[in-house]
């Protein structure tokens, strides 16, 4: 069956960095775009970042533009979130998903979703 | 302030009729998609495009869209149907994900 298995998180400092890590199974990994979404304590979802099924595009939300850098090895199956300069709003639980979808359908209205998520992995910013 | 507006609370007795809205102007052109999110647990998708359930959701839970605003309807609310929803689309620019701020149902 279908896994995404986010690793990586933790404490760290204010201005420290870390790597997150997110394995995939039981799909063709290399043919999906990947999202990261987060979720502070007590606030709703947030988007993160995408990346495209070959790499060839990525989008990142203002908030960690220029910090983040999200990446994949197709080979190895995983996705990663490169996470520098970090602050205390960074604190969330970060999941990975896949997206399906991805086209215009009969009334010209693009339909996409996250798919399959991961349980996430904490990353907690703090002194 | 986020692109995607919902109502942030909302109750309905067990077994009664519930519906959830999101409007934005983007969902002219991009369906929304709607997560279920519980206390402790990963989210999971809901309702996707025009009306499409996937595989696992239950039949009492539906979705529709009308000009900039989609809906989601629970019919015959049940105790496992409390949780946040979060719609989510595409931002002005087309190029981004945004989420709505959630909507926290009660069952009663």
């Known amino acids: 069956q279908v896994q995404l298995v986010e690793s990586g998180g933790g404490v760290v400092q204010p201005g420290g960095s870390l790597r997150l890590s997110c394995a995939a199974s039981?799909?063709?990994?290399?043919?999906?775009?990947m999202h990261w979404v987060r979720q502070a304590p007590g606030k709703g979802l947030e988007w993160v970042a995408f990346?495209?099924?070959?790499?060839?595009?990525?989008f990142y939300a203002d908030s960690v533009k220029d910090r983040f850098t999200i990446s994949r090895d197709n080979f190895k199956n995983t996705l990663f979130l490169q996470m520098n300069s970090l602050r205390a709003e960074d604190t969330a639980i970060y999941y990975c998903?896949?997206?399906?979808?991805?086209?215009?359908?009969?009334?010209?209205?693009?339909?996409?979703?996250?798919?399959?998520w991961g349980q996430g992995t904490l990353v907690t910013v703090s002194s | 302030s986020s692109e995607l507006t919902q109502d942030p609370d909302v109750s309905v007795a067990l077994g009664q009729t519930v519906r959830i809205t999101c409007q934005g102007d983007r969902l002219r052109s991009y369906y929304a998609s709607w997560y279920q999110v519980k206390p402790g647990q990963a989210p999971i998708c809901v309702m996707y495009g025009k009306k499409n359930r996937p595989s696992g959701i239950p039949d009492r839970i539906s979705g529709s869209t009308s000009g900039d605003t989609a809906s989601l309807t629970i019919t015959g609310a049940q105790a496992e149907d409390e949780a946040d929803y979060y719609c989510c689309s595409r931002d002005s620019s087309g190029t981004r994900v945004v989420f709505g701020g959630g909507t926290k149902v009660t069952v009663l």
């Open positions: 990346l495209r099924y070959d790499g060839s595009n990525k």
């Open positions: 998903a896949n997206v399906e979808g991805n086209y215009f359908d009969s009334s010209a209205t693009y339909l996409e979703y996250f798919q399959h």
């Open positions: 039981g799909f063709m990994f290399s043919s999906y775009g």
